[in-house]
């Protein structure tokens, strides 16, 4: 039986909660973990008639992109649309979670699938997240040490791009002197001590702090584990919004944007004024992108495809850059797949759809 709790602990290994942005409300926002799952209804927005679908199809979980409350809200009423789904799920007994930015900031994550699907190649994320590394430096018995680095790498630590296991261990004295009430797995009571230690260096992901501490202290011999740990400037490579790459050859500014209409499967796009040369290196971010405006341009795209771009914002391509606005539902809308290709691979067992309902609020003529 897999209960909901099966699911998000799956799904907050993979898109850990501490990668979404501050003023996100991703995870779990109704339901109870320990609920069986009956079936489970991925879709981009929450809304009553999801909600319905939900129901007609014995789905007792709606996994959406963006969290039905985002902000914290004061009243629950029939007043306005965010009260009447939260009331209308809680009635029928279906969960509500939400998966928003914490997969947006992923490498393998909404941005990527953008990426694809435009065939872009030789990404990478376009501006890292910052305050996600910690390093671990500790000092081991040197016979302890292999046995300390693989509990280490175990519980997360020593990942870095595309590499696990990495560390560094270099060999040097450690002395300590045992007080009367101490313990020591080396040495005597009053008496000082000098020992051949291995000083392990390793980072690790800040939201792994405490599986990272506790297998140190569980394979750690001594009495007194001595450690530091060190917030890091660095950025995880792999973390962060948007992503860039190049086409897999040059097209003209209006090639391009055909390109993407076709690609993207569009209506229409809003975009800035053609640049004076061809198109190869672009940018892409899901969602409200024009944050990364500034960032596109540093690293030299010739476009920015994003949504949601203000009036004024146009103007901050100024002749760099082209800025495509491709709409927010046109430009998650394959989130869906996405979600659903990622619990089809550990849950075969389980009843997954893709809502069916078209939650864009937007219509146009
Ligand atoms: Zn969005």
Do not use: W
Not at 52 to 67: G, M, S, T, Y
Not at 243 to 262: N, V
Not at 354 to 360: D, G
């Amino acid at each position: 039986m897999t209960r909901i709790e099966d699911i998000v602990r799956y799904l907050e290994q993979i898109a850990p909660l501490a990668y979404q942005e501050g003023y996100d409300n991703a995870g779990l926002v109704v339901g109870e973990l320990a609920t069986p799952v009956t079936g489970i209804l991925i879709c981009l927005d929450i809304t009553e008639s999801v909600i319905e679908e939900a129901k007609v199809k014995n789905c007792n979980l709606i996994i959406a992109h963006h969290p039905i409350i985002f902000r914290p809200i004061s009243k629950l009423t029939s007043e306005n649309y965010v009260g009447r789904c939260i009331t209308h799920a809680i009635k029928q007994d279906i969960a509500l979670y939400g998966l928003h930015t914490n997969l947006d900031n992923l490498a393998h994550g909404v941005n990527e699938q953008i990426a694809k699907t435009l065939c872009l190649d030789d990404l990478t994320v376009l501006l890292p997240k910052t305050g996600t590394l910690r390093q671990l430096t500790t000092f081991v018995p040197y016979s302890s040490v292999d046995s300390v680095l693989q509990a280490l790498h175990a519980a997360g630590a020593g990942h870095m791009g595309d590499y696990t296991h990495c560390s560094f261990v270099a060999k040097g004295t450690g002395s300590f002197r045992p007080t009367s009430t101490a313990y020591p797995y080396i040495g005597t009571v009053d008496k000082p001590e000098k020992v051949e230690e291995g000083r392990i260096e390793v980072i690790f992901p800040a939201h792994l702090e405490t599986p990272v501490l506790q297998a140190l202290r569980a394979t750690h011999p001594y009495e007194e584990v001595a450690y530091y740990v060190h917030k890091l400037s660095n950025t995880d490579p792999k973390v962060g919004a948007g992503m860039i790459g190049e086409l897999p050859s040059a097209l003209h500014s209006q090639e391009f944007l055909a390109y993407l209409k076709a690609k993207m499967q569009l209506a229409y796009i809003r975009h800035t004024t053609p640049i004076g040369r061809p198109v190869k290196r672009v940018a892409v971010c899901g969602g409200s992108g024009s944050f990364l405006i500034e960032h596109a341009i540093l690293k030299h795209a010739d476009v920015l495809v994003t949504s949601d771009v203000k009036y004024h914002d146009f103007f901050k391509a100024d002749g760099q850059m082209i800025i495509a606005d491709i709409g927010h539902y046109e430009s998650e809308v394959g989130v869906k797949a996405l979600i659903y290709t990622l619990l089809s691979k550990k849950f075969t067992n389980i009843v997954l759809l893709k809502c069916e309902t078209i939650t864009n609020p937007i219509y146009c003529l």
